[in-house]
């Protein structure tokens, strides 16, 4: 099984710059052990997690609070949500303990399902912490990045677009009806930040509207429908439109990018949804109630001097989509050549020489520097490391290849500063610089290479 | 089953100062569709992510790669771990489609495990990159926060600190014999920093050593043991030994704490393993492999001119042990009044009255500026929020209760600043500022605020 397993490990059915990455940057590896669920290697991890901190940057902006949910629930919650009607197939089941107190349970095998997405786990939490929510109170916005499981066909599976186990820059808006067209509008917002960031190349905008068998209220979906166009119209983004081509539950807005195969991969999403907070039986408080479930706002005095309970309506947006393929979108997008903002190559420390001990432990000290990691004390490293301080990620070449070999090497794999350091920098406290754009090459100290890829860090991430 | 599941977020089973707290703070909650699996709320998810972003900055300075591997593994890794002979019912089962191209498999369910730890799957990781992986590449530190799932019975489940889903700050160190008393000292330092930057009690250390069926080489064990020892004395805490209590596969030592009503918890662990590089079949390149294996180094020309394979010892460690349970007994430790730079609660806004919607607004403006969101231009939204951008959790009482009752509140709550803003503070631009430590009652500005609560950020860590 080892040796089956490692073949897969080398082989695997990567599009072309995926396949390449994946070998010469180390970032994610398959196993036969789960296939479809890669693991990320530390280069991988790196670039994930700088995505999320991204992300976590912009909540801030788009008042976004990060929830962390389970990943099993028990087959009760996908019958309220309609997953086991619907989508049974798609899903892993899981067999494990119940509860005792509860009927037919004890500790009993149960029947649970391993989440395929994040909605259902959110609208129990908005139900059980509902209290006395009220119209002030709204909209709540909750993200989500946890792991999900879909049980996908394998002959569905390709490299990082198609997975069992995925993550989604995953949220949900549950919203005043009112609320619609401004959170759909800093929705878009949002995304259009983003994608300018990484320089992608204009996504596809598509609205699809009301189908023949949609559920809930036509004057909502119509006011919807008009939100969602009006929201695509101020965003200034040309977009097109499915006729009838929406979920039963609510019209959507599809973000599509075209990679440069021609391939289209939808990526974000904005979506409306009328049903879930029917099956999860969602309220909050709020005069005039049977105004506000229609989004009306009223300033009449008799209708405000009524209050009731009212259902909001669920937003379900991702900006970047699956994070692996959004990773898989920018291995492209960048072929290799990571901005240094986000890059797990970021310096490659290039000893001259390496039959010197001295300049080997010098390029060392250089590397440890870069990194976040000058010599500490026994006395210092009683104190924890700042969450503020800033480290790089810096490898060193000590093999016996010569110079220029190195550096062809480094550039190849993708480095953006490679600092090469021989015996006159050592006795100077030097590093000679080069970096990936020609004309900065030239000498630095090593404080002014970690201010400078400070700067870099800044400037370079849009 | 909505009232079952509300009825059951409301009660629970959590001990003394978690009870309270779960209300009080809005940190978790519980629901019966996942028994022993707690939703984060936005509160409990911050806490969560200001552990890890601890951690992550610690192991910069520990050599530790942060990797993301998958939740769910077949039957046949669990059979080559020993899980699946040992450990099985307490694993979830889940039931998912194979792959087409292995035998019995195709889209057939087939077996797989939950994962119930990370160990395996570093272990895969370890094997699938190790390609030519030699002495020089030692130690591997491998960090994993992914989600674990244990089918407890449900009469286990207690509060935190027993879960069926939990996150552990979990590392695999896969090194050379020689480099074993050094990664023990290192993981000792590693913990001793930790719990003394959140001011716990001093844990004990407890070293398990050789049971009567133990496997592998009596001479490695003994230096092993010996090597705990050494890395033991030189803490220079103060520890017991267990004698006989290891795991068949290596000797550990346990960290414990003891909460404020005298009960015991392991946290931290630091365990050898020699087996599980035998199960996975791990192996470096080394010159003079003999000795190696035995951790011996030689400077014999002969021996260093032989080369060969030689098993890594694998050190599994965490620092914080499960993230939940140390949540717990964080809570309890701190009674709530969580230290800013770890707070959900770290600043409430109080108008002195809500019936000015000038004065509201002007609240409003100070919860933005302190959360990190000053009024920006539609032209200044088009440019992502720097990652480097700091931001606090502040939240507003916009209630009509008079301005003792709030102070009162929130205090009781666990606010580190109330800023209080009156009429003249609004005509000002100013705030009146209360903090925990009531020599510090005292007028600021919004920026000077943001300025100190940075300072505060930075002395509270420890
Ligand atoms: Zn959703
Ligand atoms: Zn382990």
């Given at each position: 099984l080892m040796s089956l397993m490692m073949g897969n490990g080398m082989s695997g059915t990567y599009p072309r710059y995926q396949g390449t990455l994946r070998i010469d940057q180390n970032l994610l590896i398959n196993s036969q052990y789960t296939p479809g669920s890669p693991l990320f290697l530390p280069s991988g991890a790196h670039i994930y997690n700088k995505l999320i901190s991204f992300l976590r940057a912009q909540y801030v902006r788009y008042g976004f609070q990060e929830v962390l949910t389970p990943n099993i629930y028990k087959a009760a919650l996908w019958e309220?949500?309609?997953?086991?009607?619907n989508y049974k197939d798609d899903m892993f089941q899981v067999s494990g303990r119940g509860v005792s107190g509860v009927q037919d349970e004890g500790d009993q095998p149960v029947e649970y399902g391993l989440k395929p997405m994040n909605c259902p786990g959110h609208c129990v939490m908005f139900s059980m912490t509902s209290g006395s929510r009220s119209f002030r109170d709204m909209p709540v916005r909750y993200a989500d990045f946890s792991p999900l499981h879909r049980n996908e066909i394998s002959g569905a599976l390709t490299g990082l677009t198609r997975l069992r186990r995925f993550h989604q820059d995953d949220g949900h808006i549950f919203c005043r009806p009112s609320q619609i067209v401004d959170e759909i509008q800093k929705s878009l917002e949002f995304i259009e930040t983003?994608?300018?960031?990484?320089?992608?190349?204009k996504p596809e905008f598509v609205l699809s509207t009301r189908p023949e068998n949609f559920m809930g209220d036509i004057a909502v979906w119509n006011r919807a429908e008009e939100a969602l166009q009006t929201a695509l119209?101020?965003?200034?983004?040309?977009w097109t439109i499915n006729e009838g081509d929406g979920a039963f539950y609510g019209p959507k807005i599809d973000i599509i990018l075209t990679d440069s195969d021609g391939k289209k991969h939808q990526t974000a999403t904005v979506q409306l949804d009328f049903q879930l907070p029917e099956r999860f039986d969602l309220t909050y408080k709020s005069p005039a109630p049977e105004l506000e479930a229609q989004g009306i706002e009223t300033t009449?005095?008799?209708q405000l001097a009524t209050s009731g309970l009212v259902r909001p309506v669920i937003i379900h947006r991702a900006v970047l989509g699956s994070l692996e393929r959004f990773m898989a979108l920018l291995m492209e997008h960048y072929r290799g050549r990571w901005p240094f903002w986000i890059s797990p190559k970021q310096c490659k420390v290039i000893p001259v020489d390496n039959r010197s001990q001295e300049l080997i432990d010098y390029a060392k000290r250089v590397q440890a520097s870069l990194s976040g990691l000058p010599d500490e004390s026994p006395e210092a490293r009683k104190i924890p490391v700042p969450m503020s301080k800033r480290a790089f990620k810096v490898d060193i070449d000590e093999s016996a290849d010569n110079l220029k070999k190195k550096i062809v090497k480094a550039r190849k794999e993708g480095y953006t500063f490679l600092c090469v350091v021989g015996m006159k920098d050592l006795a100077d406290g030097m590093v000679a610089l080069d970096v990936t754009h020609p004309e900065a090459i030239g000498g630095a100290d090593v404080m002014g290479l970690v201010k400078r890829a400070l700067g870099a860090e800044g400037s370079e991430r849009v």
């Open positions: 309220t949500s309609g997953h086991w009607e983003v994608y300018n960031a990484f320089h992608l190349p119209n101020e965003s200034g983004q040309p009449d005095p008799e």
